[in-house]
């Protein structure tokens, strides 16, 4: 059974940073594509960032270039998504999404917000200003 679980988000003004964490367990497929989304309150989701397992090839959305970063951890089993220089246009619940296989994209696919193939829980990421 898969299982995507995240941590790290919480509370923090504006200009601090989080670090937050995707977990995966059970995956029998070594090519995915996996994504962070956030949905805002009365917001429609959103796509962030993304990685490619394959290649590594990140995307990112405009407004978190250069503030955010991705990575994978091979050995943990874990994506983060490092976040530094947040705003309060950054609150919401984030979560992370897989799609098997391998893809390239010019922007964020937007499979991994309406057609994934799993979803974890959230973590909610509240920045004050």
């Known amino acids: 059974e898969v299982q995507l679980v995240e941590s790290g988000g919480g509370l923090v003004q504006a200009g601090g940073s989080l670090r937050l964490s995707c977990a995966h367990s059970?995956?029998?497929?070594?090519?995915?594509?996996i994504g962070w989304i956030r949905q805002a309150p009365g917001k429609e989701r959103e796509g962030v960032s993304c990685?490619?397992?394959?290649?590594?090839?990140?995307y990112y959305e405009d407004s978190v270039k250069g503030r955010f970063t991705i990575s994978i951890d091979n050995a943990e089993n874990t994506v983060y998504l490092q976040m530094n220089s947040l705003k309060p246009d950054d609150t919401a619940v984030y979560y992370c999404s897989v799609t098997k296989g391998h893809y390239n994209y010019s922007g964020f696919p937007a499979f991994l917000i309406y057609d994934y193939d799993y979803w974890g829980q959230g973590t909610q990421v509240t920045v004050s200003s």
């Open positions: 990685i490619s397992s394959r290649d590594g090839s990140t």
């Open positions: 059970g995956f029998t497929f070594d090519d995915y594509i």
